[in-house]
Structures are given as C-alpha cells and as structure tokens.
C-alpha cells in the first residue's frame, strides 16, 4: 500500500495523466517508477525556447527528500546527420532535503527559495544549446556560464556525478541510453583541490561532509576544511 503524504489533498497540483510526447513522458514514467511513494508534478520552462521542463516528485513518509530532474536535455533525438550517432542522451537530477524553505507548494520556478531548480534548467539549457556530452567526473565552475546560477549560496561549480545502479541511466525501446548524472555542488576550496587529488575522491569527501547523503543541503562543511576526510 502506497503511504499517504502530507501533499494530498482534495484539489491536488499532482500530476494525473500527462499530455507528453513519448520521450518526455518515458523519463518521467522512469523516475516515477523508481519512487513510487513520492507525488510528482511538472514544471514547464516558459521562458527558454529549449523545451526542457523539469518534473518534481515532493517527499513522502518513507522517503522525505524531493527528487527533481529535466527533461529534454540532451535527448537523442537532438542527434543529426555527421555526428556520432552513438551517442545516446542525458538528463540532470538532484535529491533535496526535505526542510529546504520552498515558500508554498506547489514550487513555483521564480521562488527565492526554488534556485536548486533554477540551477538544473540553467545548467541543462548550457549542455543543451553548445550540445556538450557530459561525462562521469565533468567540472563546470561559475564562471564557465552566461548566467551565475548560485548568488545565494557560497558554492562556485558543479561535479557532475553518475550514481551506480538502476539510477545511472535509463535505456530506451531503441537501445540508446539517456544518461542520468546528478551536480554535486562544490566550494572553491574544494574545487582548488582538484589539483592534488581526483573527482571521484573529491565527490566521495563531499558526500562524506555531507553526512553520507547524496541530498542537497543549505549548508554542509567544506572538505577544505576537513583534511582528514581525503586520507
């Protein structure tokens, strides 16, 4: 039996059946599916000409933490004639704990407090318009972006981290993989430590700081600061 979260009431924002094309409706069936206690709702971009929406699945009981990822990225269809046509697709995602201070539900994109999903639609907008093919271990810094997307926190970059497991991709009827990865957010501290030791032991100290939880938080300790994490 599914459990009943506190979202769930007469006149409910959550998603019934969703008007989608099957791209669009797949990856969102495929998180779904994956959390099944969580409620979801999607959010359309209408300000970008790119077309990539963002689904939300709210907390639950067993599971208090949000789930938001894109949709339309870097689907494959965005694949044309002269390039590689093995190249499958990607979407971004984050785990958000469930205390973040969204000011009303359901999150709406221009809430002060929504800038974690601002955050994946300008990230997702940056890899899709230039066409980028994110790896496992990708490091974009602030400045690397048209737009600073973290004015309210004192992170500088993104890791992009590819979990293992059934969360590290999603294969389509055709074959062809769309690849997940999830931005993990970095100090410039820590990204100043990317001289002396690699992404993956970066990413595993973060996660460590972070209580061993890949959910994002308002503050976490900086491993700069926390050496004995990188022994």
């Known amino acids: 039996m599914r459990v009943q979260n506190k979202w769930e009431k007469k006149g409910s924002f959550f998603s019934k059946n969703i008007k989608k094309s099957t ?30 929406s963002l689904q939300v699945l709210y907390p639950c009981a ?13 689907h494959p269809s965005m694949v044309t004639k002269g390039q590689h046509q093995d190249i499958g697709g990607a979407e971004l995602w984050l785990m958000v704990t469930v205390s973040w201070p969204f000011s009303k539900l359901p999150i709406k994109l221009d809430d002060a ?19 980028v093919k994110v790896t496992n271990g990708w490091v974009l810094s602030q400045g690397e972006v048209a737009v600073p997307f973290l004015k309210q926190m004192p992170l500088s970059g993104v890791i992009m981290s590819q979990l293992s497991g059934e969360l590290a991709a999603y294969t389509m009827q055709d074959g062809r993989k769309v690849e997940l990865f999830m931005p993990i957010l970095v100090y410039q501290e820590e990204l100043s430590l990317l001289s002396d030791i690699s992404t993956d032991d970066l990413v ?17 300790p900086n491993v700069a600061d926390m050496e004995f994490i990188l022994i």
Request: net charge negative.
């Open 23 to 52: 791209y669009e409706a797949d990856i969102g069936a495929f998180f779904r599916a994956r959390f099944p206690q969580h409620q979801a709702a999607y959010i359309e971009n209408q300000s970008k000409d790119t077309g990539i």
């Open 62 to 74: 067993i599971e208090p933490f949000y789930i938001i990822h894109t949709i339309g990225m870097n």
């Open 113 to 131: 407090a929504a800038w974690p999903l601002r955050l994946l639609l300008c990230l997702a907008e940056f890899f899709h318009r230039y066409q």
């Open 204 to 220: 595993e100290s973060v996660i460590a700081c972070n209580n061993d939880s890949f959910q994002l938080q308002r503050q976490r």
